[in-house]
């Protein structure tokens, strides 16, 4: 069968990463997180002091960019690729509410998004490929065949990413992570280069009150449908 390219897009925590992970089991498709790659450098800026409350020293990262490898390795037992910066893995780290809190500062340097493009790019050239982000469908694949673009609540948003962070034991406020999930959606939607936008060809999918279950089976219409045409 031919393979496609599917583009997943939307503000944070409205469920990308669930729907691209099941999809690309589904299909046998490679996924990627791009929002980990930006996570990384974001760690990277922080780990070497070129970003904290007060400062962010964009042309010392801008340097260093080329001292920054991210690459991911498929981990069985999890089930999906998790992210490593320069040979370290970083999953873990990379989901902290510091890291959540300078990632759309980082993310919005052009430098920064010109090199993890073409990363990207490059990962997807041969299609197979489930990519979620913010700028997939408008900047990274235009051509993608099937362009997904998630909504939901910021209240939902962040009480699934507060239930997440606690999970893993985190000790964090609903309160701060609602007001970083609404810094994030404002920074991400109004920066000057690639700002989330809904491609004009990408289909909706409010999941606000949708379960998980009901939203795939959408999903996976959507693609037979695509690979009907
Ligand atoms: O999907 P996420 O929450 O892990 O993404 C983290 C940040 O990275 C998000 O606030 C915006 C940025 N990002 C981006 O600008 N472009 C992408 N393709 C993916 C993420």
Known sequence: MKKITIAIDGFS???????AKQLAKYLGYIYVDTGAMYRAVTLYAMQHGFIDANHFETSKLVNA?????????????????EVY?????????IRTLEVSS????????SKVRTQ?????QQMGKDKGVVMDGRDIGTVVFPDAELKLYMIASAEKRAKRRFDELIERGDEVSYADVLKNVEERDYIDSNREDSPLRKAE??????????????QFERVVSLVNDKFKQ
């Open 201 to 214: 060809d990408a289909i909706e999918l409010d999941n606000s009150n949708l379960d998980l279950k009901t």
């Open 65 to 81: 960019l080329e001292d920054i490898t991210i690459s991911f390795k498929f981990n069985d037992t999890l089930g999906f690729a």
């Open 13 to 19: 925590s409205t469920g990308k990463s669930t729907v």
């Open 116 to 120: 993890l493009v073409k990363q990207q």
């Open 85 to 93: 910066l320069n040979g370290v893995n970083i999953e873990k780290e």
């Open 102 to 109: 300078f990632v759309s500062q980082v993310a919005a340097v």
